[in-house]
């Protein structure tokens, strides 16, 4: 078993190969995650990881107990329906996604009772396989096109808020979120996450995190120090506070018709 940054040999050219990691481990170390932060990653699927100094312990079995690029841990908790349900909403309402991201913002948090529990492919948090999506709360004064866009986004965002109460349940401090991924790029998203995550919200500037930490680690195997070299990110996208009690009555919908729907 190689440490963080040991040599694990040599190409036949002489170049040294290093001990390697994984994506979400990359893009921790490109981050360079420091305690108290969470990642929530939005791509195909969704994830949520913090960087922490002690094993993951959750009987749920939510949260998952992986090692990081630096000799820590790193608790993870994913969902399979991420940025596509975002894609699939707006092909649904015959637009785009700048288009979505209009439509949801001329809407009001709550999207006027609807909500979307998006398990448009199974899920995985909470563990739903075969479960299907679904819309709960229409009537015909809130079936609108910019309420069902809201409503992506908020339940979107909820199956990993769900997954983010796990981590901190299990013992993980979480002082504030760094919003990555494709999903990330959208409007919509970035002025709602705060609300449904419960947290601050920070969007570092674009770029491939998995790529940056994998570079990281390469540069840290040759230069043979205790630590990683410090690689700047550079100033955030944007940066948001959070209001607990709107995100609250969210979340908590969204939690009511997922019992009521799955029994979880």
Known sequence: ???PSE???????????????????????????????AVVSLGTSGTVFAAHDRPAHDPT????????????????????????????TAAMLGTGLAGL?????????GAGGVVLLPYLDGERTPELPHATG???????????????????VEGMLCGLADG?????????????VLLVGGGARSAAVRAVAPLVLGAPIVVPPAAEY???????????TLAGTAEPP????????????HAPDVGLRVRERYAEHRRATHGV
Not at 233 to 239: D, F, H, I, K, V
């Open 7 to 37: 040599p694990v040999g040599h190409t036949p050219e002489g170049a040294v190969i290093g001990p390697g990691t994984g994506d979400n481990m990359g893009t921790a170390l490109g981050l360079g995650l420091r305690p108290g932060d």
């Open 61 to 88: 079995g939510t949260v998952c107990g992986f090692a990081d690029a630096t000799g820590g841990f790193l608790p993870l908790a994913c969902t399979l329906n991420a940025a596509r349900v975002l894609s699939a």
């Open 101 to 109: 991201d209009a439509l949801a913002l001329n809407a009001e948090p």
């Open 164 to 176: 983010l109460a796990a981590m901190t349940a299990s013992g993980v401090p979480v002082e504030r």
């Open 210 to 220: 998995v790529a940056i930490g994998a570079a990281r680690q390469a540069a840290w």
């Open 1 to 3: 078993m190689a440490a």
């Open 134 to 152: 679904s819309l709960h709360g229409l009537t015909r004064d809130n079936m609108r096109p910019e309420n069902i866009a809201r409503a992506a």
């Open 230 to 241: 410090v690689w700047p990110l550079g100033a955030p996208e944007e940066e948001s506070s």
